[in-house]
């Protein structure tokens, strides 16, 4: 009789029959191995963006955000894409490790660990942008309502001191509900590593782990209550970043369906990029028993149901701007995002976010590593265009003909975005060479479950 979890038509979570020793030996083997040409290459590559980042940062912050291809009427353009884009790519990390968690989905144990760090990774390329964009980032702390002799205080009304406290809180569950699942394969490590020094870095950040009954009580509950606390936040960071453009006056941006079609959005793009970095690590790490056709199935499920919502949302758009029959809506809607300047990229989006995830419907699409992790690409690709068209399109465009100017952004628009994709890229690599990437304490015991439900069945 088939064992559980195997019923699935793309086969079971874990695949072959392991010792708890021989699969935490797989799962920390890329700590212990040694660095080869392939993790230099990926070092010095990731490097290089990092540092395109560094300098093109530095430059808007010494010459000013006049390098941008900013203008009046779009004020808003690449630093604002960029921001909304990172943040919606940091929510599938957190819906994998909390709400997944809450509903007991098993199959979240092998791809929660790096999902998560790929949320804390994302929060931090997003946060750069609002700094750049205040032109003067080293008064930030402007956005904080503090005590102050002037009594300066920030404009609640704004949506923006908000999207500040959301963004905040985010990171900040987020980091410690991601610490807190690493602390018992961190003590594991300091357990197998045959070097000192190891022992002591790895021990310091174990706490203290023992693995004793106590120390797994406390740790089940602060990860449940972590996990209750980030659960809301999925839905109200994105709803919060959303109001940013619901409350504005503008052709396309004044829209109450906002805050759902941004957090479906969010998840969309999150899953997208979780399938981007989940199909190289299995292959190169040969983590394909712990990372399972199952695992990609299942993510390629969940693209293609927030991928019908957005396009949902998309139809909502226009027929709300259809039935409205405000001139000003209906010429931005119908004729300046297809044929205005840049309207590629509203084409790009309509084939990257409504055609290429219909091929989830096909098995084949979604069990073929590399076809996956293609149509992956080019979803992130449509969910950063489709920013692009909310804010900079619709921007071009206002109520009056004297508020029409095309936008077109520079060097260092372009930079900037390149920049934090190879920072993003360069402590995604850190990671997986000093972190367990994938959680061991959870893999087995999810191995002892099956195996235990395997014997019952068989009995």
Known sequence: MAAPYDDAPTGPLIVGTRTDAELVDQLLSPIWTRKSRRWLLAYGITSVGALALLVFATWTVWTGIGLWGNNIPVAWAFAITNFVWWIGIGHAGTFISAILLLFEQKWRTSINRFAEAMTLFAVMQAGLFPLLHLGRPWFFYWLIPYPASMEVWPNFKSALPWDAAAVFTYFTISLLFWYTGVVPDLAAVRDRTPKRWQKIV????????????????HYRIVYGLLGGLATPLVLSVHSVVSSDFAIAQLPGWHSTIFPPYFVAGAIFSGFAMVLTLMIPIRRVFGFTNVITDRHVDNVCKMILVTGWIVAYSYFCEFFLAWYGGEPAEMYTMFRGLPTGPNCWTFWLTMFCNVVIPQ?????????HGLVAWVLSLLINVGMWCERFVIIALSLQRGHLPSMWHAYRPTV???????????????????????????????V???NHEISREGKREAA
């Open 444 to 446: 087995r015991e999810l």
């Open 359 to 367: 091929l989830f419907w096909f098995r084949w699409f979604r069990t």
């Open 202 to 217: 790895y021990g310091v950040f174990a706490l203290g782990w023992r693995g004793s009954a106590s120390h797994l009580r």
């Open 412 to 442: 260092v628009d372009w930079g900037l975005l390149g920049g934090t994709i190879g920072l993003f890229s360069f402590l995604f690599v850190l990671f997986l060479r000093w972190v367990p990437v994938i959680p061991t304490s959870e």
